[in-house]
Structure formats: C-alpha cells, structure tokens
C-alpha cells in the first residue's frame, strides 16, 4: 500500500531546493520528447510555496490572477496567505466547536479559496504576504505544530476559556502577520470585499469537478479527502465528459485549476513531465525480453521512468480510476494550475502546468502532463462554469 501524503488537494509538502535540479538534470522536453507548445494561455510568474503546504492556495490564485488576465482587467499579484490565514481562523473554530473530534488539517482545497472570495473577498500581495517570522520563503512546520498543539491543549480541558480564540489568533498573528483591516493600493484605501468588489471575479462563476463510481454520476457530493474540512463539494461526472470539459476550456481560453496524486514515479519534476507509462507494453520492455522478467516491480519502475525515450501510456478506464482511488493509490496531495496544451514528437497530447515549487527545474517551473496521467491521477478540476456544454449542465443541476 502505498504511504498516504498528508497534504491535499490542493495541497502538498513537498519541497525542491532551490538551484538543486536544473543543473543536474538534463533537458528530456527537449531533447526525448520534443514537446513544443500548442496553446498557451496568460499567467502570471510562478510563486514558490516552499515548505507551507499550501498549494490549494497558490494554484487557486494563480487561476484567478489568469482570469483578471482573460477579463482584460490587467495582471495582479494576489496575496497567496490571505486565504491560508483565513481558513485557518476558520479551521480552528470548526476544531473546537466539535471538541476536537474532525480533522485539523494543514491543507485545504481549491474551493476553500472560492469560500473566502465569497465571504471575505481578496487582498494584494504587497497587502499581506504572510512572512512575518524572519524568513524569506514560506515555511509552516513550526507554525502548524504550535497552533494544532495550543488548539488540542484547549479542547482536552473540560471548560473553554472566553480568550481561547484571541490566544490562538496571536499565534497565527506572530507568524503570518495580523491582516489588515484596511490597506492601500495604488493610492486608494479597500477592505478585503472592497478589493474583491472592484476585481469583479464571482465565486459562484466557478464549479468543482470529479469523476468517481462511488456516487451517481450527475449528482454533487461532498468531497470524501481527508483535508476537506471545509465540506467542499464537487459535481461527479463520466470521465470522459470531464476530458471533455477540460480541453474545452483551454480551447475557450480559460485555464482551470488540477488536484490530485503527485507522488507517483512518473510524476518527474527534475525532467517537468507526468506520465503513466505502461509498464507491460512490449517497448516498455525492450529487447532483452529476459532481463525484463528478471526484475522485481521496484527495478521494472526504475527502468520504464529513465526517460531516455518515449514510451506507451496505460490507457486510463473509469475502472482504473475508481481502483486507485480506492486502494489510496490516488490521493489528495498537490493542486496545480493548468494554462495550455502540448504536442511532443509523435504527436501526442499534454496539458502545460504551472507549479508552485519555484523555477529551478528545466522547465522554470512549469510541467507538461499526459493525458493518461491527468485522468488516472486527478481527483478533481475547477473551472468556469461557461466552458461546460449546455447539455452537461442541465444533467449535472450547475447552474447557467
């Protein structure tokens, strides 16, 4: 079985260093693959999560930053914390109401950031960056200790103090900076919902999406990952209806946010490629038939992910999904921000992600994903509601 990761959906922990894969890595994009790109849409730089565990913000942002680009309102640097610190205001609440008995994770998902757009609206990166404890670079490891321990010590005594809330709210204040009530941008004073007000993005404009056979297809259901504390809740639909939506949307010029399972050994960040690769194809194999059946499953792996050519691709069945999923062979561990489409030599199709573990492999930051990877491994997608098909919306109950 395969180790759960602790971070969701949106979310992941883990860290590149910075400047420690682009100078031993060799170019494989361009030099294997020849993948050249076929459509790309506006972003914005890459931000690094470093070590905060954050990316269900940083992929969400992203994507909003990508559609104030597409709505013609210019180009924003959202603060990437204003959400993280909200919710976990939020978090705490829920945990000590509920006498710790839920989960207090460190992560989140894409459409916690929705929540707080909707109720709390946005603020400016120069507005609150979250760094407020002497480092450069996120990172949450003593934070998140410090606040999950003050929160266990409060629901383990047998009466609550009125102060609880201002305690634990000084903690996260230490460490992220209190967010400010008010602050200025060039030249005028906003709230967080002015602010939001004034960028003109609707939260309700954007649906999540998943695909799963453990609940009816065309029915909303909440979402059943650990770091959904928040009681987030998706649209299931038939896998391919969700491909569907997903090259349409970049086909409409809109990007859309991708959650899911990154830790598998084809998931290769140092080369910026994710493939599925079928491990019992003949070419994956090669000549040396004899060789091949030698190996155990860890030296099969080893060899079909040296990416010194390209090779076949599992083709991905609703079936296969729902398998990995649940024997936790697919969990909820990273969010990413998809902004384009890709060809490699043979003509094969990849998404363009962006990341948010800085710019120090090949491809400065960004990946291409297969198809096969992006359906086995994807436990759901966000986009705009206007790139989902009439006929789509009207089975699944979204909204027009």
């Given at each position: 079985m395969k180790k759960i990761l602790l971070s969701a959906l949106l979310v992941s922990v883990f860290t590149i260093p910075k400047g420690a894969v682009a100078a031993e890595s060799k170019n494989v994009i361009d030099s294997v693959y020849q993948i050249k790109d076929v459509k790309v849409l506006p972003a914005t730089s890459i931000k690094d999560q470093n070590k905060s565990g954050t990316c269900w913000s940083f992929s969400a942002i992203s994507f909003l930053e990508s559609e104030l680009l597409r709505k013609g309102k210019g180009e924003y640097d959202l603060s990437d914390m204003f959400p993280v610190y909200d919710c976990f205001l939020r978090k705490a609440d829920k945990y000590v109401r509920l006498h710790g008995k839920c989960e207090f994770p460190f992560g989140g998902a894409s459409s916690d950031v929705f929540d707080v757009l909707r109720y709390r609206g946005l603020m400016p990166e120069s507005?609150?960056?979250?760094?407020?404890?002497g480092k450069?670079?996120?990172?949450?490891?003593?934070?998140?200790?410090?606040?999950?321990?003050?929160?266990?010590?409060?629901?383990?005594?047998?009466?609550?103090?009125?102060?609880?809330?201002?305690?634990?709210?000084?903690?996260?204040?230490?460490?992220?900076?209190e967010a400010p009530q008010q602050f200025t941008e060039n030249g005028k004073t906003y709230t967080s919902q002015s602010y939001a007000k004034e960028l003109g993005l609707n939260a309700d404009d954007y649906v999540v999406l998943t695909s799963f056979t453990h609940h009816p297809f065309y029915t909303q259901y909440e979402k059943d990952v650990p770091d959904n504390w928040n009681h987030g809740t998706v649209y299931n639909l038939p896998l391919?209806?969700?491909?569907?939506?997903?090259?349409?949307?970049?086909?409409?010029?809109y990007t859309f946010v991708w959650g899911g399972d990154v830790s598998e050994k084809g998931f290769s960040w140092k080369n910026g490629i994710a493939i599925i690769a079928d491990e019992e194809s003949e070419d994956a194999k090669g000549s040396d038939r004899d060789k091949w059946e030698s190996m155990n499953e860890r030296e099969r792996k080893?060899?079909?992910?040296?990416?010194?050519?390209?090779?076949?691709?599992?083709?991905i069945t609703q079936e296969i999904r729902q398998k990995d999923y649940d024997t936790w062979q697919s969990t909820d561990d990273h969010g990413m921000h998809i902004i384009g489409t890709a060809q490699d030599k043979n003509g094969t199709f990849y998404f363009k992600v962006k990341n948010s573990w800085n710019t120090s492999n090949p491809q400065r930051g960004y990946l291409y994903m297969s198809i096969p990877f992006f359906e086995d491994k994807m436990l759901d997608i966000t986009v705009h509601k206007d790139v989902i098909p009439a006929a789509i919306k009207a089975k699944s109950g979204i909204k027009q």
């Open positions: 507005a609150f960056n979250g760094l407020n404890y450069d670079n996120h990172d949450h490891s003593e934070m998140n200790n410090a606040l999950k321990a003050y929160l266990d010590a409060v629901v383990k005594g047998k009466e609550i103090t009125t102060v609880w809330k201002k305690a634990y709210t000084a903690i996260l204040n230490t460490y992220l900076g391919d209806e969700l491909m569907q939506i997903a090259r349409n949307s970049i086909d409409k010029g080893e060899s079909v992910y040296k990416f010194e050519k390209i090779v076949p691709e599992k083709k």
